[in-house]
Every structure is written in C-alpha cells, then in structure tokens.
C-alpha cells in the first residue's frame, strides 16, 4: 500500500506518482480506477489541511500533481466513456474566490463519467456565469467555494438566472469546505456537498431520470 497513487500524492511524490499513473496506464489499468485513486489522495490531503498537519504549500503541490495525472488521464477517460453524452455540467469558482482545487476534482471526475464540462475558472462574476448558461444549455450549474464571501455572488447569479427565465431548465449545486446545507437554502441551489464524488453521483442519478 505504501507505493499507492494515492499515499504518494499524500506524501508529495510528484515523479512517483507521475510515473506510477503511467505505469499502470502501460500494463492496461482501468483509467477511472486510477483516477479515483488519485482522488483519495487528494481527501486525505484536504483531511491534513484541515486539520492543520499540512499547510498551503502542501495543499497546493498536490493539487498541481493531481492535475497532472488528470492530463495524462484525460485521453484514457475519453475511450471509456459512453457514446451518448451524460450530459453538460457548467462548473466556475464565483466571484470573490479564487480557490479551484475541488472544482477541478469534480470537472475531471464528471469528464470521466461522460459529461461535457464547461469550466469558467476562479472568481468568475454573476453575468458571465449567466452568459455562458444562455450560450450552452447545460443541465446542472456547480458552484465551488472555500471562503463565505462567494455565497452573496451565487445567490445574485441564482437571481439572475431566475430573471432571464433560465433557472427551471436546470440543477444549480454548490459545494466546497464552507458550504452547508444552510448555504444550499440561502442560494436557492438544488443540492449541496462538500464530496466530489457526492457531486458527481447526484450528476448522473439526475441525468439518469
């Protein structure tokens, strides 16, 4: 176990972890499998910071590492997935925040469970977020924050949404450390985690209705 992807990224071995992605993409592995390895890597990280045994240094070399496997990941998650789209998540970090590690989690493990993911980046403002539902139609909307100053920014995004007509065509999520379910009511979301699996999940039993 000590030589796993995940306790490497744990323990910030960026070539190790690197190399053993490819490694085990070589001897055919299953892709998703890996990535979900990957993934628990980076919750006992998150686990450590919160905790405080690891600082923002650490929080943010295992980030780059994780999205580093994620881009070598990326061509074999395309061959598993389905033929017919899950359908198309728009993902962005809103204004006021720029912290984007747990949106990038969900963005790669929504990309390999077959959706189109749309993703603005960090400290993305209400109208943009707006703009970019009105030009692509996408069936969820996720919110990622770390710190309360974005809840006022979704909850004006949500607000717009709701005047443009666009909000019943589609479920809204937030997520992040600071969200609660007191958060999810405030916005006026549909659902909320802090477990990007748990988002992925509410994705495709929804889009399976």
Known sequence: MDDSLSIQIVELKRDA????????LEKKGDPIQILDECRQGMTIVGERFQAGDYFLAELMLSAEIFKSAAAILDPYLAGTQAR?????????TPKGDI???GKNIVATLL???GFDVYDLGVDVPPEIIVAKVRETSPDFVGFSAL?????DSMKQTVNLLEEAGLRNQLKIMVGG?????????YVGADFQTVDATEGVAYCTRTAGR
Do not use: C, Q, W, Y
Request: net charge positive; glycine share 8%; no cysteine.
């Open 111 to 113: 990309k390999a469970h």
């Open 84 to 92: 017919e789209n899950s359908g198309k998540v728009l993902l962005a």
């Open 147 to 151: 710190i309360t100053v974005a809840f």
């Open 17 to 24: 972890a690197l190399e053993g992605v490819r490694d085990r």
């Open 99 to 101: 912290h984007d590690l």
């Open 177 to 185: 450390g600071v969200t609660t379910p007191e958060v999810r009511r």
